[in-house]
C-alpha cells in the first residue's frame, strides 16, 4: 500500500453510499448537477457488476476522503488487457495531503499485477496540477494521437 496519512484499500460495496457522496462532488467539479441518487446507482452498478475497481482512502476518522476508479479493457494493437484510470477524486479538505498520488500509487502497481500492458487517462488542458502529478510518477502525455468522442445527440 502507498504511504500516506490516508489508508488505501479497495472498495466494497458496502462503500457505496460513501463513494456515492465523493462521486456526486466529483460530478460537480465537471458541471454537472447534483445528484446523489444518480451517483449512488452508478457507483452500485459498477462495484456489483465488477465493471471498475475503485481505490478508496480514509482519513484518521475512517470517512473517505478520495477514490479513484479504473475501468479495464483491452488494446488492440497490444493485443492485451490495459486499465482507464477514468476517475480521480480528492475531497476539498483533504487536497495537497498527497491523497492522489497514494491512490495513483496503489492502482498503479493493481494494474501490472492483473496483466495490463498500460494504464490510460486523460485530463483537461488546463489542468495543470493533476498533469504535474501524472508527470510526477512517470507517465508520459501522448502527443501523437487526437481523442475524438460522439454522442447521440450529435447526429
Known amino acids: 500500500m502507498a504511504r500516506s496519512r490516508h489508508a488505501i484499500r479497495r472498495a466494497t460495496i458496502d462503500d457505496q453510499d460513501a463513494i456515492a457522496e465523493l462521486f456526486d462532488q466529483y460530478r460537480q467539479f465537471y458541471k454537472q448537477p447534483s ?80 496483466g495490463a500492458a498500460r494504464m490510460d487517462l486523460s485530463t483537461a488542458r488546463t489542468n495543470a496540477t493533476a498533469q504535474a502529478l501524472y508527470e510526477s510518477l512517470g507517465w508520459r502525455r501522448d502527443n501523437e494521437f487526437f481523442a475524438y468522442r460522439w454522442t447521440p445527440k450529435d447526429g
Do not use: H
Open 35 to 114: 445528484d446523489v441518487l444518480l451517483a449512488r446507482a452508478f457507483i452500485k452498478e459498477r462495484i456489483l457488476g465488477e465493471q471498475s475497481v475503485l481505490f478508496v482512502a480514509e482519513n484518521a476518522d475512517r470517512q473517505l476522503a478520495g477514490f479513484c476508479q479504473l475501468y479495464p479493457t483491452f488494446c488492440s494493437v497490444a493485443a492485451a488487457p490495459i486499465y482507464v484510470l477514468y476517475d480521480l477524486y480528492v475531497a476539498p479538505t483533504s487536497r495537497g495531503s498527497g491523497l492522489g498520488r497514494a491512490l495513483m500509487l496503489d492502482a498503479q502497481p493493481f494494474a501490472a499485477a492483473n
